[in-house]
């Protein structure tokens, strides 16, 4: 990644001295730009970045294997609730999330339980109240992609889980009633933060689970 990030730095000094000699663009404001890529990159925990993004979210948009008759084998897209607190609010990094047979993401895990979450600042409309795009480098995001399991219910810790969920989630303790949901967990297997120019960083689930939030 070192390697990735000089590569970049190089090609963006030669676009810069580029565009100086077309158009008097200052040396003291390629200093600038320059200084603000070394000081992001010197000072930014891409763990961090991706836990308070899950902590932050009430829901994610999560990517599964279509088994729907009419688009069998195509991405299927979908909003799903989540949570990854204890039951005193603190983050724990694990994404719990309710499932049920009735929607798209249910009959799809079961299939193939390989999906992908996408968390966003823009979640929180963080990045339109410094007004950025959603789709620019800053408005920082994390693709988490792993394999969904179903939580069991005789677990010691499981009516923790349900009641940390439901806190989040006041409107769960309707679907739980009555909608055959179950609590499931994503089993993570890659990271990947993109919160600024430089492409994405690729973070271990093991810095991500030891990194401490506030």
């Not at 724990?92 to 049920?100: C, K, S, V």
């Not at 988490?144 to 349900?162: A, T």
């Not at 933060?193 to 990194?211: F, M, Q």
Request: net charge negative; proline share 3%; charged share 25%.
């Amino acid at each position: 990644m070192a390697r990735a990030d000089v590569n970049i730095l190089s090609l963006l000094l030669l676009a810069l001295l580029s565009f100086e000699y077309c158009t008097g663009y200052s040396a003291h404001e390629d200093a600038l730009i320059i200084a603000e890529y070394k000081r992001h990159f010197r000072s930014t925990d891409h763990a961090l970045v991706a836990r308070n993004l899950v902590h932050q979210a009430s829901w994610a948009s999560v990517g599964s294997i279509s088994t729907n008759e009419k688009i069998t084998n195509y991405p299927m897209v979908n909003v799903i609730s989540v949570d990854d607190s204890a039951l005193n609010g603190k983050s724990t990094g694990r994404i719990h999330f309710l499932l049920t047979d009735l929607d798209f993401t249910g009959p799809d895990w079961q299939n193939n339980n390989k999906v992908t979450f996408l968390f966003t600042d823009e979640q929180n409309l963080n990045c339109k109240k410094r007004r950025e795009d959603p789709m620019e480098p800053t408005c920082a995001r994390t693709i988490i992609s792993g394999k969904v399991r179903e939580l069991d219910s005789k677990n010691v810790d499981y009516n923790d889980w349900i009641e940390a969920f439901k806190s989040r989630h006041p409107a769960a303790r309707n679907w739980l009633k009555a909608h055959n949901f179950y609590l499931c967990e994503l089993e993570i297997e890659n990271i990947f933060v993109l919160d600024y120019y430089g492409g994405p960083h690729d973070v271990s689930v093991e810095d991500y689970y030891n990194t401490k939030t506030k």
